[in-house]
T-cell receptor, first 116, second 115 residues
Framework: AQSVTQLGSHVSVSEGALVLLRCNYS??????LFWYVQYPNQGLQLLLK??????LVKGINGFEAEFKKSETSFHLTKPSAHMSDAAEYFC??????????????FGTGTRLTIIP | SAVISQKPSRDICQRGTSLTIQCQVD?????MFWYRQQPGQSLTLIAT?????????ESGFVIDKFPISRPNLTFSTLTVSNMSPEDSSIYLC????????????FGPGTRLTVL
């Protein structure tokens, strides 16, 4: 069964510093991988996704992630953190339900805090 | 993308009562999903609601506890029945706009507190 593991439930970075949020996946088939962001008291917003093709994917708000099959990783990065990046970030993998539908299986989330 | 609204946005309920959460989408979609996000935890899929057929439930979730309706392609409801404090969570609906695009869009969530 497919699953994702997010290392670090809380990450703090200084404003302007590099953001690195880690995600490792387990999948018996080529994975479809996603990063979502959840701002306080809001729903989830898709940041970026990897399905096929280029392994470095760019998303909204300056974020990008690289799919590394050899490392089974899909880490999220941003070169320079902004105060508005403070949020909860979820990595997810597309999996199949028992009924053949497709669903998302989420990691436990990483809360990103930006230090002024 | 899609505009997804949920009602209510939050509620405080008494043990033993039921609450129905509504999810409205501004375009017709085939696939709708209901997730639960317990305090401090990640999202867990409750069920998939397909128009014209019975909802399909994930392991650990049953129709008697979480009945779902899907009367048309833009609307769905999730009822949390006979609530207990353990049901206190955020409940989110999501939709897949374009089958095969592998993108789910989420509503703002309903924050439920059961006393």
């Amino acid at each position: 069964a497919q699953s994702v593991t997010q290392l670090g439930s809380h990450v703090s970075v200084s404003e302007g510093a590099l953001v690195l949020l880690r995600c490792n996946y387990s999948s018996s088939v080529p994975p479809y991988l996603f990063w979502y962001v959840q701002y306080p008291n809001q729903g989830l917003q898709l940041l970026l996704k990897y399905t096929t093709g280029a392994t470095l994917v760019k998303g909204i708000n300056g974020f990008e992630a690289e799919f590394k099959k050899s490392e089974t990783s899909f880490h999220l990065t941003k070169p320079s953190a902004h105060m508005s990046d403070a949020a909860e970030y979820f990595c997810a993998v597309r999996t199949s339900t028992n009924f053949g539908n497709e669903k998302l299986t989420f990691g436990t989330g990483t809360r990103l805090t930006i230090i002024p | 993308s899609a505009v997804i609204s949920q009602k209510p946005s939050r509620d405080i309920c008494q043990r033993g009562t039921s609450l129905t959460i509504q999810c409205q989408v501004d375009s017709q979609v085939t696939m709708m999903f209901w997730y639960r996000q317990q305090p401090g935890q990640s999202l867990t899929l409750i069920a998939t609601a397909n128009q014209g057929s019975e909802a399909t439930y994930e392991s650990g979730f049953v129709i008697d506890k979480f009945p779902i309706s899907r009367p048309n392609l833009t609307f769905s409801t999730l009822t949390v029945s006979n609530m207990s404090p353990e049901d206190s969570s955020i409940y989110l609906c999501s939709v897949e706009l374009y089958r095969g695009r592998n993108e789910q869009f989420f509503g703002p969530g309903t924050r439920l507190t059961v006393l």
